[in-house]
């Protein structure tokens, strides 16, 4: 057989076709699915299958190549986000199959978005970028009509002229009749108006794109924040029917290359290469082609496509639902930059770093200094580029002389200690070059992305890596001019595997630095992200196996060219351009020189290194406190508001400084429009039965609160059956001294110890079970507080005076800004438990923007029985139930949780029916057992009739014991060489 190529000539290949017996079916999805997922079940887990989905156009989307003991036999399974609309088809095949018969259970399932939020969040989120670039306000209308309240503000902000907002051109003509009564209307009813109307303002080419979720945490809010700085138009990837988000999954799935599955099942399978079976060293070209093809039709269809200059590619999705790989396939034509928080506080906080990175930069302590860590790398080696000029690749020559020109002194550092203090220190821009991948055990299929992320380094530090001797970088034995210490016995003693968990462990606010890392993998890691959740604004990696030296041309590349004032996008567009493929332009006549170079950007494209030289070091301010000549900047509706009957509030307000709105009953009737305007709301003692019934029957608070707000009752002494959250208050005893039974709550602690003298009425009987005792009366609480959604609420009987009452309301209005502990996540090792078995639950303790929090005191109960936790760091905790913990407890349990940590919200909340233990089945299983070998002795009967093979689960046979355990040592041992593939 001949093959086709690009380039003139054919090769003759040898090869043998297999066919593998299977089965296929099609399933319909429809045109607003979120996900398809597929799986598939059979009878004889030694058999290997294979499980694939192809779209309604042909395309193999994604699969799941056969699978081993590992991953847990029997079972397999795809999911595909976002899938386009029409005939699906599910294919599952036998590998290596013999004569048998295999019971193969497929099963699918098909979750939707809620009918028209994606029109609804890109005409939100393109409104607030339009009001922005217009400096106009935001308000908002239904399909069919201009709500009273929008009617309201329009008119007591003097509106004239209307935008409306509504490229899918959803609205009803009743909606622009209701406009033109106060206003003209000027209708941007169609994406391609849109994209004109605010290009035409900003005079920027960029473009931000997300997706919905439909899970009340969209990321378009931060997506309009990020487009509102570009300049740009907001777009749904989805699109009308997902043929992009379908494509960008295609540009992802992994390619059998690499030895057969059989390695998983002998015992040399802890010493797999993580970059052997599931090689991803080359994507598919063609899908990749296909990808950026598709985004410019798309883009084009929006009237926002550029073909005379790159555009910016502002991607906010996180890695699991949209996978980086689409975003090479953008290079190089776009300039795409990823966004990768999976929730919107922690995208907003993102983009607003890579907004601000230019003044962050330079308030960093280390900002004039890199990191250089070159602990693996090139130095001397001739390579030829994409256009075959020849470059010496010298990594660190290089890289240090590209930096020192621009101004950076350099440190250079391998020992891990050293490289984790280096990047603590919050430096101004990160090399590293060295070993990466997913896990310190394989995993089948590894886990990509969001793998745990590990890398090589020293136990002691040097300048930098090298085979023989400080002086002697390279051996003279290999000649290859790679630096590699893992392959040489003297230097692989002092080789370490750092996880990005420790490298967390010892960093808190890294500054704002840009990152380079030239390894395998680790761009599918956990690493980019958890460095970005500290503070990097740029971080360049590769998802996938990348090659000493065309990765480490490019690594200088990226720091010459970030050196000469390209941003970030710019620079990995034009380094790639040189060194791999370009899909968007891609190369006449001549593939690229490496394909493997599959770089990734996370963070926003447009973030600049600046000189040290020419953007001096500042000292930081508050900007929540800054204020200008009497003005603080970005206030316009006060965030501080309170409800009264005297000048109690307003007299502490005043005398501390803080500038506020305040309420009594004849002027309440605005209180609640401007309530979501508010972080801190706050009812005097005594008066909350004035407002009580109007704040009932608004039914805001609920939402004010979950959706950030600060609400704090002082002084109740009244009937609470008409607050969301239940409490109940009794007027029962009263005195001038309380006893804190939470002394490190930032409500009681910061920035004023509150002192237990202090005047209370009555108790609170009872409060929420999300809440937190704070103080008592000496048996009833009387201050409680809480979290509730991503905001707080307390109340408190008490009624301070004088230097009291002033140290408590600065406190809860500061109480908005400080730290909480949340429960983020619960997994359990088993989903069907039974009496007698062992149960292990893993606890996450994050903070409001999900990073770990350690040294948490937790306590836990199952119903009224007391449970120990165990710490085992980053915030993860453990509760385990052992065999006779579950022995004679049957039914549900609920987990009741309380976690305090000075400085910190403390934690307290009640999982329902969590646990479920059920009945050890004995009789049952006796039975079923008693079947099942009456069967296997059957056969077996029936197999020495006909003279059948027997069948052996293990042989030793002619080896002594002594023989098979020097085996099982030699096959455990880890060799670093062999891990790494070199």
Excluded at 248 to 266: M, R
Excluded at 625 to 641: F, I, K, L, R, T
Excluded at 651 to 674: K, Q, V
Aim: proline letters at 6%.
């Amino acid at each position: 057989m001949t093959v086709e190529k690009i380039l003139p000539g054919s090769n003759s290949l040898d090869f043998e076709v297999k066919y593998h017996p299977g089965f296929s079916r099609t399933v319909n999805v429809p045109s607003n699915a979120k996900w398809l997922n597929a799986s598939i079940t059979w009878d004889k887990i030694a058999t290997d299958l294979n499980l694939a989905l192809v779209d309604p156009t042909g395309r193999l989307v994604q699969w799941a190549p056969a699978g081993s003991l590992l991953s847990g036999p029997g079972i397999e399974n795809v999911e595909i986000p976002y899938p386009m609309p029409g005939q699906w088809t599910i294919i599952t095949a036998w590998m290596d199959a013999s004569d048998e018969e295999n019971n193969v259970n497929l099963s699918w399932q098909i979750s939707a978005l809620p009918s028209n939020l994606q029109p609804y969040l890109e005409s939100a989120a393109n409104g607030a970028v339009l009001a922005s670039l217009l400096n106009v306000p935001l308000l908002y209308v239904t399909e069919d009509s201009v709500p009273e309240f929008t009617k309201w503000v329009a008119q007591r902000l003097g509106v004239n002229t209307s935008y409306l907002v509504d490229p899918a051109n959803i609205h009803s003509p009743s909606l622009e009749t209701e406009l033109d009564a106060f206003s003209s209307v000027v209708s941007l009813e169609n994406y391609s108006i849109l994209a004109q109307q605010i290009r035409g303002i900003s005079q920027e080419n960029d473009v931000v794109i997300t997706t919905p979720r439909g899970t009340g945490d969209e990321l378009f809010a931060p997506a309009a924040f990020s487009a509102a700085a570009h300049g740009a138009p907001v777009f749904s990837l989805c699109g009308a029917d997902n043929s992009i988000t379908t494509r960008a999954e295609e540009t992802w799935f992994p390619y059998l290359i690499g030895p057969e599955i059989d390695v998983y099942i002998t015992s040399r399978w802890i010493t797999r290469r993580e970059n052997g079976w599931y090689d991803e060293r080359i994507p598919n070209r063609n899908s990749m082609m296909q990808s950026v093809d598709d985004f410019e039709s798309y883009l084009s269809v929006r009237g926002a496509y550029n073909a005379s200059s790159p555009q910016s590619v502002i991607i906010l999705s996180p890695p699991e639902l949209i996978k980086v790989s689409f975003d090479r396939s953008l290079q190089s034509h776009f300039r795409p930059g990823r966004i990768p928080a999976a929730g919107s506080a922690l995208a907003s906080v993102m983009v607003n770093r890579a907004i601000h990175h230019r003044f962050l930069f330079r308030t960093a302590e280390a900002a004039d200094e890199a990191l250089l860590t070159m602990y693996a790398y090139t130095d001397g080696a001739s390579y030829p580029d994409n256009f075959y000029d020849t470059h010496v690749i010298s990594q660190i020559d290089d890289t240090t002389s590209a930096l020192g020109a621009a101004g950076f002194s350099i440190e250079t550092h391998v020992g891990y200690n050293e490289v984790f203090s280096g990047v603590a220190a919050q430096v101004g821009l990160w090399s590293m070059s060295t070993h990466g991948t997913l896990t310190s055990v394989p995993r089948d299929p590894p886990i990509r992305p969001g793998g745990p992320g590990l890398f090589a380094l020293r136990d002691t530090d040097a300048t930098w890596g090298f085979e023989e001797s400080v002086a002697v970088r390279e051996s003279p034995d290999d000649f290859d001019q790679l630096v590699n210490p893992v392959a040489f016995e003297a230097e692989n003693a002092h080789h370490v595997m750092k996880t990005t968990d420790e490298l967390e462990a010892a960093i808190d606010n890294i500054g704002s630095p840009i990152v380079i890392i030239t390894a395998c993998l680790l761009g599918g890691s956990r690493l980019p992200m958890m460095l970005m959740e500290h503070g990097a604004v740029g971080v360049v990696a590769s998802p996938r196996t990348v090659y000493f030296q065309p990765a480490g041309l490019l690594s200088i590349l990226l720091a010459e060219s970030l050196c000469g004032g390209n941003s970030t996008g710019a620079a990995l567009s034009k380094g790639l351009v040189i060194m791999a493929p370009d899909y968007s332009d891609p190369l006449m006549g001549r593939d690229p020189r490496d394909y493997g170079n599959q770089q990734v950007l996370y963070g926003d494209p447009e973030v600049h290194l600046y000189s040290p030289s020419t953007s001096p070091r500042l000292t930081a301010v508050d900007a929540a406190v800054a204020s200008y000549d009497g003005h603080s900047p970005g206030n316009g509706v006060p965030g501080v508001v309170g409800l009264g009957a005297s000048d109690y509030l307003p007299t502490a307000f005043t005398s501390l400084g803080i500038e506020f709105e305040y309420y009594e009953a004849s002027n309440l009737t605005y209180f609640d429009r401007l309530l979501p305007l508010r972080s801190v709301a706050i009812v005097e003692p005594g008066t909350l039965s004035t407002f009580s019934s109007q704040l009932e029957a608004s039914g805001t608070l609920d939402g004010y609160v979950r959706n950030g707000g600060t609400l704090v009752l002082m002084g109740v002494s009244g009937n609470l059956d008409w607050l969301p959250w239940p409490a109940e208050y009794q007027a029962i005893g009263s005195g001038s001294s309380i006893t804190i039974v939470d002394a490190g709550h930032p409500f009681m602690s910061s920035p004023n110890t509150l002192s237990g003298i202090v005047d209370y009425q009555g108790h609170l009987s009872s409060v929420w079970e999300n809440l937190t005792v704070l103080a008592t009366d000496g048996t009833n609480a009387v201050i409680a507080a809480g979290v509730v959604g991503k905001g707080k609420f307390a109340l408190t009987t008490t009624h301070p005076t004088g230097a009291a009452r002033n140290a408590t309301i600065e406190n809860a209005v500061l109480w908005n800004t400080m730290p909480s502990l949340f429960l983020r996540n619960v997994i359990l090792n088993q989903e069907i438990i039974w009496e007698g078995d062992r149960v292990v639950l893993t606890l996450e303790i994050t903070n409001r923007v999900g990073v770990g929090i350690e040294l948490v005191q937790l306590q836990a109960w199952f119903n009224d029985t007391s449970v120990s936790v165990a710490e085992a760091g980053s915030g993860i905790y453990t509760i385990t139930l052992t065999e006779d913990w579950t022995r004679g407890r049957l039914g549900d349990f609920d987990l009741k949780l309380t976690g305090v940590k000075s400085g910190y919200d403390s934690l307290s909340i009640v999982l329902l029916d969590l646990v479920y233990i059920r009945a050890f089945p004995l009789v049952p299983l006796l039975i079923v057992g008693g079947v099942v070998a009456v069967i296997l002795a059957g056969s077996f009967y029936m197999r020495r009739r006909r003279g059948g093979n027997q069948i052996s689960l293990r042989r030793e046979s002619g080896r002594t014991k002594k023989e098979r355990e020097r085996q099982r040592k030699e096959d455990e041992r880890f060799d670093p060489k062999e891990y790494f593939g070199v």
